[in-house]
């Protein structure tokens, strides 16, 4: 089954920055939504940014204007580019897609933003 491959991830003061890419199935990426999520510890996973094939990018408030999720469909690869980031963006980070049929959830790569 189809997974998703994560990285990017690491430890990082607050203010810092980091770049999240997935590597993913050109034929999920050519038609699909795609989307990253994050689950800190002891919480459910939640949505942070969506971006369909064509149009506009959606994000959560808590993220809005500090994250942005962009793809190469040509290198097969989606990112989210973090800045300003908070002790309170710490968790691991998925990718997939914004709706099922969900692709097999990768390992994810952790952010923590120390304060």
């Known amino acids: 089954q189809v997974q998703m491959v994560e990285s990017g991830g690491g430890l990082v003061e607050a203010g810092g920055s980091l770049r999240l890419s997935c590597v993913a199935p050109?034929?999920?990426?050519?038609?699909?939504?795609m989307a990253w999520y994050r689950q800190a510890p002891g919480k459910q996973r939640e949505l942070v940014a969506t971006l369909p094939y064509k149009g506009r990018a959606i994000y959560r408030d808590s993220v809005a204007g500090r994250f942005t999720i962009s793809r190469d469909n040509a290198a097969l690869t989606v990112y989210l580019q973090m800045n300003s980031l908070k002790p309170e963006d710490t968790a691991a980070y998925y990718c997939?897609?914004?709706?099922?049929?969900?692709?097999?959830w990768g390992q994810g790569t952790q952010v923590t933003v120390s304060s």
């Open positions: 997939n897609t914004d709706s099922r049929p969900y692709m097999s």
């Open positions: 050109g034929r999920i990426l050519r038609s699909r939504t």
